[in-house]
């Protein structure tokens, strides 16, 4: 047998790793987090913050290490990382694919069976198929569509909230099996949409899971309030340098290897230079090694040695600071080892043998014969890379993305910058041509937005402005489809000034697709500028589809934003377009438009027939998530016009559909319209008991904007139900979220509701100030339902001496005037409402008492409202109708409340 050959200096200096030290406390906080994870049964998060090469990484996963193996049972331990080119959703990527067992590489057909198996593991089959479907879509992993996915492919903010949901679900599911630790490093290059996901988590994950986070402490300037996250679930550590007897402990156990002892020297020279950064101080060995500080003792030895010339100490070239190390450290690279790093670096932090060896041929000719065999460059730059790994400036991964290649990362990013900085422009401009040649040949890279924006960075470097602009294009649809609106916006908007006039029909779908990205990010100016921009494009060219979606896009916005005179122009025009060429779609979406418009508008009878035109052709199209949208609209128009059982009719038929279809959303809307509807028939407590259920319907989906309308309705019924301090408690809240996602018509309505609320309690000060606030808020929109209701808050807020003694005339002038709008656009219960609120006024004003007239004509109104609140009263309780008992009165096929009864 032979002997074992002695490890060389190269594998010793590979194994230059200290132990953990000075970090009891942090350690001793993470083990804390952990306990109350596991005995609450709570979700724990703990971000560690510190600069590049403080420890962040290695305190965690020295704390993990032993997880799996924990006393009191194991705690399953998923890691992920950020990388440079930070994809959308990236670090949820990588850790479902730790946790799922998907490598790199795995055929598509193993990679769904992977997935589904793991899923159902968690979930018991419980929506196995819809879950591997959104799943799959961040982790690459293509599966069929289901009737809930294809409801939501055109709507990216449902789609988005359904992710948030299914990952919570997915997490706690996992955690109730056995506690959970999930680590995630990096995140101060992570994604926003990544960032925005983790902290819906911090917010509302729950379940035996401890979240660790590492990142620079510039992701506090990138995520605003990253630290208030999770409230007092969630604890910031900074990690600080070691202090000079800690950097000297380390210094010791590092230069353990030094026969004849450490010499002090040495620890002081390497202490006072790396400044308590343990990184540093390891890279202070390897620079002692480089300078001939520490070289290897020759003859044969169980364990390697370094012979210490300390004479050498005084003359070495030490580094100042972490730059300085590092231009040391390259500095001593070989010119082969020196190429390869540059050709690397160019590739960026993740790079490929097969990239490298298409860099190195750059400049050679192909051989007369190519035969394979006998091709020496090959085994040239694997050997290279070999030694690299060793050395510690790079590492190669388990597997790859590309089933063919081998894979490497670079150990220290700031080494791979520091190289990138040192190669020449003309020589970078040509790496990257090729780079993106050989990157533009590999299988699936267009489909995979990680190496689609990749390919356009590697382009659009290599001076190819055109190619670029495309393939961001293709990265912004990628990034759509994954339901990741801030990245696709990034992307979107590179190609897009990149691309230039070259290639019109390309600008045009990327410029409506940009511009739905930016409503759902709430930039109104900007999306509709890019709309504007395609209607110049598509009239240019003729595109009457096109054109038709433009002006359909502009005058969504307009309605949207209150501008209901040009959305009307913008919506006509659209539907005429569509109709010109036959497009059944659009004039559907198109008559479905102009219908919610006339509504908002209060034109109830013009709006229901171009909704019924919307129904009837989306039944002809066959797409069951539109017919439920159309058939919910049509029950809004039936409850402002008073028609109870229709709106009920119509309400259940969508409900109905929207239960099959598995849409969540959906759910939560036309509960809450069957709320509103209980309150028409003053059945507070059934109106409180839907707008919970579809509020845990909207939480399920972290949908804030709906739970901002539902916490506004829910602190309605509140109050109306006596428990004031809560509703005005509950319409706070409700007030915040709208306040923050710039819904105005919601703030508005939490405005008037804190308004009564208030009345109730007799602070006439605060009932003031925020009725008035909601009056100007709903003039703002103009939409004339809402004022009727706020200016009958004003009249009942006046006529309690909000403003002092002599505005007796201004509340009746109030109540006359939401007469009078509820009367024009024929709201009937809301007009039977103000005429109740002027009649108990009148009769119990001291100030018109003696007044027979006034007197006389509040007694009819109220008798007036009494009739029409019995006219309109059903005779069950919607809340009791939905149960399971109770008789049901409406298919999903039959029309809502007949063809007739405008």
Not at 325 to 340: E, F, M, Q, Y
Request: glycine share 8%.
């Amino acid at each position: 047998m032979e002997d074992a050959v002695p490890p060389s200096s190269v594998e010793l200096m590979a194994a230059v790793r200290g132990p953990l030290v000075g970090r009891e406390r942090e350690l001793l906080v993470l083990a804390h987090a952990l306990e109350d994870s596991r005995s609450e049964g709570r979700t724990r998060v703990v971000t560690v913050l510190g600069a590049g090469g403080v420890g962040k990484t290695r305190l965690v996963r020295e704390f993990t290490r032993e997880l799996p193996r924990a006393q009191g049972g194991a705690v399953r331990v998923y890691s992920s990382s950020a990388r440079r080119l930070a994809l959308s959703y990236g670090v949820f990527k990588r850790l479902f694919r730790s946790r799922l067992g998907i490598v790199e590489g795995l055929r598509p057909e193993a990679a769904q069976s992977q997935v589904r198996i793991e899923i159902a593991k968690v979930l018991d089959d419980r929506k196995v198929g819809d879950v591997c479907y959104f799943l799959g879509q961040l982790l690459d992993v293509s599966f069929p569509a289901s009737p809930l996915t294809r409801a939501v492919a055109e709507d990216p903010s449902q789609a988005r909230a359904i992710i948030r949901a299914l990952v919570r679900s997915f997490f706690e599911s996992d955690a109730a099996r056995s506690p959970l630790c999930i680590f995630m490093d990096d995140l101060h290059t992570a994604d926003d949409d990544s960032l925005e996901l983790l902290c819906h988590l911090f917010e509302h994950l729950s379940g035996p899971i401890l979240i660790l986070c590492a990142a620079r402490a510039e992701l506090l300037s990138r995520c605003e309030g990253w630290s208030g996250f999770g409230a007092d679930r969630h604890e910031v550590i900074e990690l600080r340098p070691l202090d000079d007897q800690d950097s000297a402990r380390l210094m010791t156990t590092l230069l353990g290897p030094c026969e004849d002892g450490v010499p002090e020297p040495l620890v002081e020279a390497g202490a006072a230079l790396a400044g308590g950064v343990p990184g540093l101080l390891e890279q202070m060995v390897r620079i002692f090694h480089d300078t001939g500080v520490l070289e290897e003792r020759t003859g044969e030895l169980e364990q390697p040695r370094w012979k210490v010339n300390i004479d050498r100490l005084a003359s070495a070239r030490l580094p100042l600071n972490v730059q300085d190390a590092i231009a040391t450290r390259i500095g001593a690279l070989s010119p082969p080892d020196r190429r390869v790093l540059e050709h690397a670096a160019a590739m960026g932090s993740v790079f490929w043998l097969g990239g490298l060896l298409a860099l190195s041929r750059m400049d050679r000719e192909a051989p007369e014969l190519w035969k394979v065999a006998g091709v020496q460059d090959v085994s040239n730059i694997q050997s290279l890379l070999d030694d690299l790994v060793r050395r510690d400036f790079i590492l190669r991964m388990p597997d790859s993305t590309f089933p063919d290649e081998i894979e490497y990362v670079f150990e220290h990013n700031l080494e791979r910058e520091r190289i990138a900085t040192l190669t020449s422009g003309t020589a970078v401009r040509r790496y990257h041509q090729t780079i993106a040649d050989w990157l533009s040949q590999k299988e699936h890279v267009r489909s995979q937005e990680e190496y689609c924006a990749m390919l356009a960075e590697h382009w659009e470097k290599a001076g190819r402005k055109s190619s670029a602009g495309i393939t961001y294009i293709e990265a912004g649809d990628v990034a759509r489809r994954n339901y990741a609106p801030k990245k696709a916006d990034e992307y979107y908007r590179k190609g897009l000034e990149l691309l230039g006039d070259s290639d019109a029909g390309r600008r045009i779908n990327a410029l409506h697709n940009r511009g739905d990205v930016l409503v759902m990010l709430g930039k109104t100016d900007e999306a509709l500028a890019c709309f504007r921009e395609m209607l110049q494009l598509a009239y240019r060219l003729g595109l009457y589809h096109k054109g038709g979606a433009a002006h359909d896009r502009i005058g969504r916005l307009f309605r949207d934003t209150g501008a209901l005179a040009e959305a009307a122009k913008h919506l006509d025009t659209a539907l005429e377009l569509f109709e010109t060429v036959t497009d059944e779609r659009g004039i559907a979406a198109g008559h479905d438009d102009i219908g919610k418009l006339l509504w908002l508008k209060g034109e109830y009878d013009a709006a229901l027939e171009h909704m019924k035109t919307a129904l009837e052709l989306r039944r002809k199209i066959g797409d069951r998530r539109s017919i439920a949208l159309s058939l919910n609209n049509i029950g809004l128009v039936w409850m402002d016009r008073g028609r109870v059982q229709q709106a009920v009719e119509a309400f259940e038929a969508a409900l109905g559909i929207r239960r099959e279809i598995g849409d969540p959303l959906g759910i939560a809307e036309t509960l809450t319209h069957l709320g509103y509807l209980a309150q028409d028939q003053n059945d507070w407590a059934g109106s409180l008991e839907l707008f919970e259920e579809a509020y845990r319907a909207a939480m399920e989906v972290g949908e804030r904007n709906l739970l901002a309308s539902l916490l506004t309705s829910i602190g309605e019924t509140r109050y109306h139900l006596g428990e004031v301090d809560e509703a005005i408690r509950v319409l706070k809240n409700a007030e915040e979220l709208c306040d923050e996602f710039g819904d105005t018509l919601h703030l508005a309505s939490a405005k008037r509701g804190l308004a009564k609320a208030y009345l109730m309690q007799g602070e006439l000060r605060r009932a003031r100030e925020n009725i008035r606030r909601a009056v100007d808020l709903f003039g703002q929109i103009r939409s004339r339902i809402h004022l009727a209701v706020a200016l009958r808050t004003l009249g009942e807020v006046t006529g309690a001496g909000a403003w002092g003694e002599g505005h007796e005339g201004k509340a009746v002038d109030y109540f006359m005037r939401s007469i009078a709008i509820c009367k024009e656009i024929g709201n009937e219960l809301e007009l039977a409402r103000s005429y109740r609120a002027f009649s108990e006024y009148v009769t119990h004003s001291e100030h018109y008492r003696a007044n027979e007239d006034i007197q006389r004509e509040a007694t009819t109104l109220g008798e007036m409202a009494e009739s029409i609140f019995r006219r309109h009263r059903l005779p069950q309780s919607i809340a009791e109708s939905r149960r399971p008992d109770a008789p049901s009165s409406v298919s999903t096929n039959q029309a809502p409340g007949g063809t007739s009864g405008t």
